[in-house]
């Protein structure tokens, strides 16, 4: 479809909700070990959490899904969902806490617009917790375009930042 149409500037994306095959071992996750907030929860089939109050950040159930296998890494679906934490101590922080915990990382990287964190919660979903550097430190091209890219995040670096 061709169209002049363009989403607006402000529009935000406002939650996922994830099928999940044990509704407790996601809480723990995301609860646990993220320390998102258990906004409501109706029985063993479904939770929302968030961050700071919100309605829900992240949707958790099991109504398709309960004791289900993770799905293939070769199968179409999520990529990842991404947490976009405001600092990057907030960040370093979180880092530290999954290190300490022995919580495996499947990627890291800086992206020269932000860093981040990859890791897979315990149904197979990827997850990215990343920070944004301020718009006025990204990198551009010489035409103005945003230039992205990804090298190695320095995670030793950003555990000294933990403290």
Same mark, same amino acid.
């Given at each position: 479809?061709k169209?002049?149409y363009?989403?607006?500037r402000?529009?935000?994306?406002?939650?996922?909700? /994830?099928?999940?095959? #044990?509704?407790? =071992?996601? /809480?723990d996750?995301?609860?646990g070990?993220l320390g %998102?907030?258990?906004?409501t929860q109706?029985? #063993?089939?479904?939770? %929302?959490? !968030?961050?700071?109050?919100?309605?829900?950040?992240?949707? $958790? +159930?099991t109504?398709? !899904?309960?004791d289900?296998p993770?799905p293939?890494? +070769?199968?179409?679906?999520?990529f990842?969902?991404?947490? /976009?934490?405001?600092t990057?101590?907030?960040?370093?922080v979180?880092y530290?806490r999954?290190? #300490?915990a022995g919580?495996?990382?499947?990627?890291?990287? #800086?992206?020269?617009?932000?860093?981040? $964190?990859? $890791?897979?919660?315990? *149904?197979?979903?990827g997850?990215e917790?990343y920070w *944004?550097?301020p718009?006025?430190?990204?990198p551009v091209?010489s035409d103005?375009?945003?230039?992205?890219?990804?090298?190695?995040l *320095?995670l030793?670096? /950003?555990? =000294?930042?933990a403290?």
């Open positions: 479809m169209s002049n363009t989403i607006p402000n529009t935000k994306i406002g939650h996922v909700h /994830l099928k999940v095959a #044990d509704l407790q =071992r996601a /809480l996750f995301y609860c070990l %998102f907030e258990l906004v109706w029985g #063993d089939s479904a939770a %929302f959490i !968030s961050a700071g109050g919100y309605h829900h950040h992240i949707g $958790l +159930n109504w398709q !899904s309960k289900g993770r293939p890494k +070769n199968a179409t679906g999520l990842h969902h991404a947490i /976009l934490y405001p990057r101590k907030d960040l370093a979180i530290k999954l290190h #300490d919580y495996p990382l499947t990627g890291a990287a #800086d992206h020269g617009v932000s860093e981040a $964190l990859y $890791l897979d919660d315990p *149904d197979g979903n997850v917790l *944004d550097r718009r006025d430190q990204w091209k103005g375009s945003i230039e992205m890219y990804t090298v190695a *320095d030793e670096g /950003l555990l =000294r930042e403290g």
